[in-house]
């Protein structure tokens, strides 16, 4: 059973960066990767992913210009690079791994296999 862990969450102020880290704990597959993201009393949305080659990226508008989604296969990790950073980008992101997400079907949650448990990024204004 994959288990993905994500560090690097914290509180900033706007206009700050932050990184967040993923990593699976476990056995590992050729996955496709994803961040998504819920604010209180919102629904959980898209906001990265990264295909298993890492050539090809994918952005919510909203984050495009902004955020950096990369990963290192040598460490088995995935990073997301927050820059600029808005208090509407408040939120506990989430990673995801899949072997099902095509490029049409990146930001669709149920693509998604396993989940980390999130990690809180607060911005202040």
């Known amino acids: 059973q994959e288990q993905l862990v994500e560090s690097g969450g914290g509180l900033v102020q706007a206009g700050g960066s932050l990184r967040l880290s993923c990593a699976p704990s476990?056995?590992?597959?050729?996955?496709?990767m994803g961040w998504f993201r819920q604010a209180p009393g919102k629904e959980r949305e898209f906001v990265a992913a990264?295909?298993?080659?890492?050539?090809?990226?994918y952005y919510t508008d909203s984050v495009k210009g902004r955020f950096t989604i990369s990963r290192e296969h040598a460490k088995n990790t995935v990073y997301l690079q927050m820059n600029s950073l808005k208090p509407e980008d408040t939120a506990v992101y989430y990673c995801?791994?899949?072997?099902?997400?095509?490029?049409?079907?990146?930001?669709?949650?149920?693509?998604?296999?396993?989940w980390g448990q999130g990690t809180q990024v607060t911005v202040s204004s």
């Open positions: 476990g056995r590992t597959g050729s996955y496709a």
């Open positions: 990264i295909s298993w080659s890492g050539k090809s990226t």
């Open positions: 995801a791994a899949g072997a099902r997400p095509t490029a049409q079907t990146m930001g669709v949650m149920h693509q998604y296999d396993y």
